[in-house]
């Protein structure tokens, strides 16, 4: 029989998607599952894939990878979407995507598929990769395919084919988490004009409730990468956990955002990103202090766009590995340390230090010490207006 390799989730969805996959395209599904820091519990999701239908489960623990490959690139690109949402989802696809490729070439399998709907970004992203990564592969898209309108529907589907449904009380939300972020959609935050409800978080507390005290971090980098948090080393899986916490803990990193997606549509989306949050703001903080204006100024630039190609699906492409060239030159001398404020929702740099920094206090300060020469002002002033000398005359 041909076969597919379907990327799963476990969740509702993506378990009819293995029956659908089996009895009306008559495929043998092998499931591909990562864990990016959702938690799984891998036996109970690979006893759900075979209950569901599948041939074979493969699961596999991504998260180092996941940081190392996808996400601190786009840290150090200082990448973010609509200059708010920082990634977490899209950074993820194409690294499951690579997988699914990976599984559906070793397994001899023609078909890849997912359970993204018709009117997102992740099938783009999917979609977009495999056909990078291999284009013989033929991708399906069930949820795009079938006659299920509802959930309700996709549930009676699933009772009447046997697949185990998880019993937990209906969750109003399209949650999509991993160790960088959650992305939170549906339910009533369709309505942009009404606020989060507080039971739509999922790992911060409302800023109300954090501690009435500021804590302070220290944060090292070293080449764009962070290292040290208050001088202790971590790995990077740790280092983000405990930055998801800390920042969790004082209310740092919601975002409520409407956004224009790649298919045209405006969605609203509800983001929690708290080390993501921490991280982006140290690192900028820490890139201020050593990389030179003109740098700096471009690299605004390739953040925006790097943002966008992440966002877009095209992890993939040139475009993406220019970006990221670019992006990691200037990393070479961004190593320091920032000291970071989390109070009540807000996180602020107070402090910077490098043995990179290109801040001279002798030619900054207006105290004693001076050694900018400032007769060579006049001069510069001249000719810098040079262009322009006259213009409203
Ligand atoms: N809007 C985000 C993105 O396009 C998240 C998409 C998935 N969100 C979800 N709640 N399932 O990357």
């Known amino acids: 029989m041909a076969k597919v390799v379907l990327a799963y989730s476990g969740g509702l969805d993506t378990s009819v998607c293995v029956k659908w996959l089996q009895e009306e395209k008559g495929l043998d599904v092998i499931t591909f599952s990562a864990e990016l820091g959702q938690g799984l519990n891998q036996d109970e999701l690979k006893n759900k894939a075979l209950r569901s239908g599948a041939k074979k489960a493969y699961i596999e623990d991504l998260r180092e990878s996941f940081l190392k490959d996808w996400v601190f690139p786009a840290l150090m690109a200082g990448a973010s979407y609509e200059g708010k949402y920082l990634l977490a989802t899209a950074l993820g696809r194409p690294l499951i995507a690579k997988k699914v490729t990976e599984i559906a070439e070793k397994v001899g399998a023609q078909f890849v598929a997912h359970g993204c709907t018709g009117k997102g970004n992740d099938q783009v992203r999917f979609e977009l990769a495999f056909s990078a990564l291999n284009p013989s592969l033929e991708a399906i898209a069930p949820l795009r395919e079938w006659s299920l309108k509802t959930r309700s529907d996709e549930v009676d589907y699933a009772k009447e084919h046997n697949i185990p449904v998880s019993a937990t009380k209906e969750n109003p939300y399209s949650i999509d988490r991993n160790i960088w972020g959650v992305s939170i959609e549906c339910g009533e935050l369709e309505d942009p004009w009404k606020e989060v409800p507080e039971k739509a978080y999922q790992l911060t507390v409302n800023p109300q409730d954090a501690p009435d005290e500021p804590l302070y971090l220290e944060i090292y980098f070293e080449s764009g990468v962070p290292k040290k948090i208050n001088g202790k080393e971590y ?159």
């Open 235 to 393: 790995g990077i899986v740790e280092l983000v956990e405990q930055l998801n916490k800390l920042g969790g803990e004082n209310g740092v990193g919601r975002v409520d955002l409407v956004e224009n997606r790649v298919v045209g549509i405006k969605s609203r989306e509800v983001y929690e990103a708290p080390a993501a949050t921490i991280l982006h703001i140290s690192h900028r903080e820490l890139e201020n202090l050593i990389l030179d204006r003109e740098t700096a100024h471009f690299k605004e630039l390739v953040s925006q766009k790097f943002g966008e190609v992440v966002y877009y699906g095209m992890w993939y492409s040139p475009l993406r590995e220019a970006l990221d060239a670019f992006t990691r030159k200037t990393q070479e001398k961004v190593t320091g340390t920032v000291r970071i404020k989390l109070y009540r929702g807000v996180c602020e740099a107070v402090g910077r230090k490098s043995p990179n920094s290109l801040y001279d206090l002798s030619l900054a300060t207006y105290e004693e010490g001076d050694k900018f020469d400032r007769t060579l002002a006049k001069g510069f002033i001249k000719l810098w207006g040079l262009p322009f000398r006259g213009y409203k005359k």
